[in-house]
T-cell receptor, first 116, second 113 residues
C-alpha cells in the first residue's frame, strides 16, 4: 500500500504569508504526528493526533501554528504570518495505534518550507 | 526530562570498514529505543527498535544495536559499511508514559571508497 505522503514537497513563501502543509497518513493508521527538522537540529515534535483529536499541543512553537485532522485521515498544519525562522523541513508520520513509544512510525518525505 | 544525545555530528568511514554510531539517552524508566535512517531526499526509515528482552537487536540492512542500561546507551553498529549507507542517522527514545518521541540531532555518515 501507499506510504505517508505530504504536499507540497517544497514551498517558498514570503514573510507574513500563511501556509498550509498537508499530510496523508497510511490508511488505517490512527495516530499522526508532525515534526519539524531545522538545519543542524534533530526532529522537533510539534503535535500528534489520535483520530481527529490532538491531546497534546505542547510542541507547537507559537500560536501561529495550528493543525487539524479530519475524518481520522488527512491532516493540515497551518502556519500563519510566517517568519524566516519557520524555514525548515516539516515531517509527518503515522503509526497504527497511539502508543507511539512502542509503535513504529512511518514518515513521509517532508515538506521543505523556505520563508523569504 | 527525557533527552537523546548523539555526540558525533559527522562521521566518515571507508567502505568495508566497521561502523559504530553513538547514542545516549536520559530517561528514568526503561526506554523504548529506535534508530532511524534518513537518506537524501527520502523520509525516515526505521532500522531497528528495542523494547525489552535481548539487549542486542538486529535490524535491516545488516545493522545491529546494543542496549546498555548501565551506560544509558544504544549504539548502532555495522560490521562492514557499504557506500549506500551514507545517510543521516537518528536515535530516538519513546517513553511509557506519553506519546512523544525524543530524537537526537543526528549523525551524518559519509562513506569513502
Amino acid at each position: 500500500g501507499a506510504g505517508v505522503s505530504q504536499s507540497p514537497s517544497n514551498k517558498v513563501t514570503e514573510k507574513g504569508k500563511d501556509v498550509e502543509l498537508r499530510c496523508d497518513p497510511i490508511s488505517g493508521h490512527t495516530a499522526l504526528y508532525w515534526y519539524r527538522q531545522s538545519l543542524g537540529q534533530g526532529l522537533e515534535f510539534l503535535i500528534y493526533f489520535q483520530g481527529n483529536s490532538a491531546p497534546d499541543k505542547s510542541g507547537l512553537p507559537s500560536d501561529r501554528f495550528s493543525a487539524e485532522r479530519t475524518g481520522g485521515s488527512v491532516s493540515t498544519l497551518t502556519i500563519q504570518r510566517t517568519q524566516q525562522e519557520d524555514s525548515a523541513v516539516y515531517l509527518c508520520a503515522s503509526s497504527l495505534v497511539l502508543l507511539a513509544s512502542q509503535e513504529t512510525q512511518y514518515f513521509g518525505p517532508g515538506t521543505r518550507l523556505l520563508v523569504l | 526530562a527525557q533527552s537523546v544525545t548523539q555526540p558525533d555530528i559527522h562521521i566518515t568511514v571507508s567502505e568495508g570498514a566497521s561502523l559504530e554510531l553513538r547514542c545516549n539517552y536520559s530517561y528514568g524508566a526503561t526506554p523504548y529505543l529506535f534508530w532511524y535512517v534518513q537518506s537524501p531526499g527520502q523520509g525516515l526509515q526505521l532500522l531497528l527498535k528495542y523494547f525489552s528482552g535481548d539487549t542486542l537487536v538486529q535490524g535491516i540492512k545488516g545493522f545491529e544495536a546494543e542496549f546498555k542500561r548501565s551506560q544509558s546507551s544504544f549504539n548502532l553498529r555495522k560490521p562492514s559499511v557499504h557506500w549506500s549507507d551514507a545517510a543521516e542517522y537518528f536515535c530516538a527514545v519513546g517513553t511509557n508514559t506519553g506519546n512523544q518521541f525524543y530524537f537526537g540531532t543526528g549523525t551524518s555518515l559519509t562513506v569513502i571508497p
